[in-house]
Every structure is written in C-alpha cells, then in structure tokens.
C-alpha cells in the first residue's frame, strides 16, 4: 500500500504515554508507576453535523481544533491521573471516578476553554505591546509587523521554559515518540523500537506547525484591517481568531501534500524548526509506549472495519 493509500493516523502526547487516534478509534497508552502499560480507550462517534461541516474548507479546520481539544483533554486527564499511581492502589482511583464520570462533559469543555483562553492570550498581549511601540512604529504596516515579531517571541519563550520542567520535557519526549512512530508508518517500515528510533521526530501535520502557521497566517490577515482605534484593534483579533485558525490549518494541509516536492517542501520548514522546540528524542521506553498505542489502534480499527464490510455483505 503506497502512503497516499495509507489511512491517515494523528496522535498527541499525554502525560507518560502517546494518544492516537483513527477513523473510528482514540487510543492511549500510558506507562504506570510499576512499569506496565495501561490503555484507555474511546470510540470515534460519528456526528453527522459535524462530519458535513469538516467538509468545508477553512471552516474544517476550527471543528477539527475544538474537537481535538475535547477529545484530547480526556486523554490527558486519564494519564496525569495514573501515571504515578502504583496500580495495587488503582482502588483510590476508581473512588473518584463515580463522581468524575458526571463530569465527563466537562472534562471536554475544560479543554476547549482552555484553548481558547490560551490563543486569546497570545492574541491579545502582543496587541498592547505593540502599541507601546507606536511612537517608533506609527504606521499600520510597521504595527501588524512588530505585533506578529512580539506574539513569535512570546511564543517561543512560553515553549522553552515550559520545557525546561522536568515533566514537561518527559512529555515532550513522548511528542517526539509519537512523530517517530508516525514517519516509521507512512515509510512502510516494520513498526520495532530500532526502525522508530531511526526515523525524524519532525513531522509537516504537527499542531506545533499549526501554532506557528497562525503567527504568520496573522500577520497578512491583519494587514487587511486597521490598527487604530485600539478598541477597534482588539475587537478585530477577536473576530478575526476563527479566520485566523482556519485559514492556518489549510496552509497545514498544504505543507503536508507538498512536502515531497524538492522546491514547495521548503515551506513546511518553519513549523518543523519549531518542533525542535517542542519534541525531544525519547528513549526506547517510550518509543516502546508509542508503538504499543499505535498497534492497539491499529488492532481496534481493524476489527471496527472488519465488522463494517461483514454487515454490508449480510
């Protein structure tokens, strides 16, 4: 099978272990305390508002966001809950879990709200920075331009330090686990622990590449409107967000299609230096979880096709 006939496969790294996720399945493995690997799994539910709306360019991209933002927020609950806890001691959590099963929903919308807090953050803060500027930058072009250098430099500096905490840096590691394993697919080569390890933990579909993409999405979306008044200002990056986000996830597809192409594949460069920032080379331990979560989704996608194709034929 060539890879543009290979089922397209994402993942996220959690806490201690790898999520990916398939057409009909989301997949976790996690290490636990005692060394073993536990698996937390959800069904892909088809919602066919949805499903349509993901058929729309531009307007795809921000329903695939949120969506992810939900989906991965229980993933990565379920990890920080159990990657240190012995499981003997599994009976503390499952106390717990009566009470958190209420709030299934709204681990998702945490998740979602917490998305959005952080890309109004970064939309804003460099919009009041910039002004600072403004007796030395007064024109709208020069604006836009500091504006996008402050949101570039805040984000880097949020991604470095953040990975310079112990834990963060583990799941870094695991981000870097899970490109590997994700390249050593799409090549076609035998999923083990040495083919990972050989293969790029950069990869063109990245969200970190998305993130920067909406740096640079932004600054030529607001060359498009004014920067005066600043109420006016702020109330057009609000508005403009969704824009933003869509716009980037389809400059995102377009690097990925093109990345084998000797000229275009340039293009997809920045976002893969800043994965130099937000992956690190993991260990064989974890590129051990990463491949274990990606063959169990594999096992589940298959037996979910499988049953499809069977009920077709009766």
């Given amino acids: 099978m060539s890879n543009s006939q290979k089922p397209v496969y994402g993942g996220q790294a959690v806490v201690e272990g790898v999520m990916f996720g398939g057409k009909h399945h989301y997949v976790t493995a996690v ?14 539910k088809a919602n066919p508002a949805l499903t349509s709306l993901k058929k729309i360019p531009f ?30 001691d599994d009976d503390t959590i499952k106390e717990k879990e009566v009470s958190k099963l209420t709030m299934y929903l ?28 403004k007796p030395i930058f007064p024109s709208d072009f020069a604006q836009v331009l500091v504006e996008g250098f402050f949101k570039l430099v805040l984000l880097l500096c949020y991604i470095y330090f953040v990975s310079l905490t112990p834990l963060i840096k583990r799941v870094f590691q695991y981000h870097g686990a899970e490109h590997k394993v994700i390249n050593t697919y799409e090549s076609g080569a035998e999923l083990t622990v040495e083919n990972v390890q050989a293969h790029s933990r950069l990869h063109y579909r990245c969200g970190s590449s998305f993130i920067l993409f909406t740096v640079i999405v932004g600054v030529f979306v607001y060359m498009l409107v004014p920067t005066t008044p600043l109420w006016l200002r702020v109330v057009d990056r609000l508005l403009l967000i969704p824009v933003v986000l869509g716009i980037s996830f389809e400059v995102l597809q377009v690097t990925n299609k093109l990345r084998d192409i000797p000229v275009l594949k340039y293009l997809g460069y920045p976002g893969l230096w800043l994965q130099l920032l937000t992956t690190k080379e993991p260990n064989n331990d974890q590129v051990e979880v990463a491949i274990l979560s990606f063959n169990e989704l594999l096992r589940r996608e298959k037996e979910t096709e499988y049953e499809i194709e069977n009920k077709e034929i009766v």
């Fill in 31 to 44: 290490r636990r305390k005692d060394r073993s690997v536990e698996y937390f799994h959800l069904p892909r």
């Fill in 59 to 88: 307007l795809r991209g921000i329903i695939a966001i949120i969506e992810a933002s939900a989906n991965g927020s229980k993933h990565l609950n379920f990890s920080t809950e159990r990657f240190d806890v012995d499981p003997k």
């Fill in 106 to 133: 709204g681990v998702a919308a945490i998740g979602v709200i917490s998305f959005l807090f952080g890309k109004f953050a970064f939309t804003l803060v460099p919009v009041f920075l910039a002004v600072l500027t």
